[in-house]
C-alpha cells in the first residue's frame, strides 16, 4: 500500500459507461493519483491500452496488487455489495457508484468492514457537486428563507426506457429508482439535514414489458415532519416536461426555490420577481459526449474528496455512511414498516420486490 502523503493507485471494477467515466477523470482531473488498473467486461484491454495501465485478469488478481489503494466499483448495481465488500477486506479505499448496494445487509457488511479497517468510502452521489444544487444546499442552510415547508423532487427522462441499458432492465439489477431516483432519495436528507421517518410509495412499470420498476412516486416524512415528494419516471413520452431532467422545487417560509439541476436556480423572496442565483454549464452531449469534463467535473470534485482523504490518512468516513439511508429498501422496511404498518401499496411493493428477485 501508498504511504501516507504519496500519491494513491487507484484501481477500476468495470470498464462501461462509469468505468470509463472514472479512468478519464482520474487521469486528467484528479490532482495527487495514480490510475494503476482494470478489470471486468470486454472493453478493460482497450481502456487499459488507452491510459497504459494494466487489463487484470478478474476482480481477485486486482484486489491483490499493492499498488491498489483506491478501488472504483463501476459494475452493475448486484455486483456493488459483494464486490465493495471484497475490495475492503482487501484493506483497499472504496468508491461505489450508486446505489452503494441492493439490500441493506450489504451496505452495513460494507460499512463495519470499512470502519474495522480505518478505510475511506465514498458513493458517487454527484447531484452533490453540481453548481445549482451547492448553492441550493448553502441558501438553505443559511436560514435565509426560513424553515423548510415542502421540498418536491423530480427526475424525468423521456422515453428512457428505451435508452437505458439492457442490465439496469434486469430484476437483480433493482430498476430505475434505486439505479437513478436514488439521487433524488439522497437529496432529500442532504438538503435538509433530517432524516426520513414515514413512507408511502408507488413503484411500478406502466408499461407491462418491463420486469423492473421505471415509474415511482414517494412521499416521505421526516423526522421534524416536513413532507418531501419524489416523482422518477423513465416512461414519460417525447418531449418529456421541461426543467425535468432534474429538478427540486423547494416551499420555505419566507421563499421558493427552483432549481434545475442541469440549468439555472431561481429563487423568489417574500413574494419577489424571480431571480437566478446560479448556472450550470450545460454538457455537450452531442459534441463531446459523456466524457465531456463538464459532466465529469462532479465526478472529479468527489474523487479528489476521497484521494486528498486517503493522502492524508483520514480513518474510516466519506459519504458511504449515507449510502444506507438512500438504499430505497432501507426507506421502505424501516419507515414503512416500522412507522405506518402494512399498508396496501407496501403490499404491493413487497410482492413486485419479491417477484423481481426470484
Known sequence: MTAMGDSPGVGILGAGFMGQTYARTVATLVRGAR??????????????????ITAEVNVEALLARGDVDIVCVATPHAQHGPQGMAAARAGKHLLIDKPMATTVEACDAILAECAARGLRCEITYTQRERICNVEMKRLLDSGELGRILHLHNVQVVPNGMKTTPQWQLEPENVGILMGHGIHNLDQVRWLTGR????????????D??????????????????????????????????????????????????????????????EGGAWEVLAKQPAIDWAGKGFLDPVRL??????????????????????????GRPAVFEHICREGVIGAWGRWKEWEEWEEWDKRTRQ
Open 35 to 52: 490510475l494503476v488498473a482494470v478489470t471486468g467486461g470486454s472493453r478493460a484491454p482497450q481502456l487499459a491500452a488507452e491510459y497504459g
Open 195 to 206: 432524516e426520513v421517518m414515514k413512507v408511502f410509495a408507488k413503484v411500478r412499470a406502466c
Open 208 to 269: 407491462p414489458q418491463y420486469v423492473v420498476d421505471s415509474t415511482a412516486d414517494v412521499v416521505l416524512t421526516l423526522d421534524d415532519g416536513t413532507v418531501c415528494t419524489v416523482f422518477c419516471s423513465f416512461e414519460v413520452p417525447a418531449p418529456g416536461i421541461p426543467r425535468t431532467g432534474g429538478a427540486t422545487q423547494v416551499v420555505c417560509e419566507h421563499g421558493v426555490i427552483d432549481a434545475d439541476w442541469y440549468g439555472e436556480l431561481r429563487v423568489a423572496r
Open 297 to 322: 467535473e462532479t465526478y472529479a470534485k468527489t474523487l479528489q474528496r476521497l484521494v486528498d482523504d486517503v493522502r492524508a490518512g483520514k480513518g474510516a468516513g466519506g459519504t458511504g455512511w449515507d
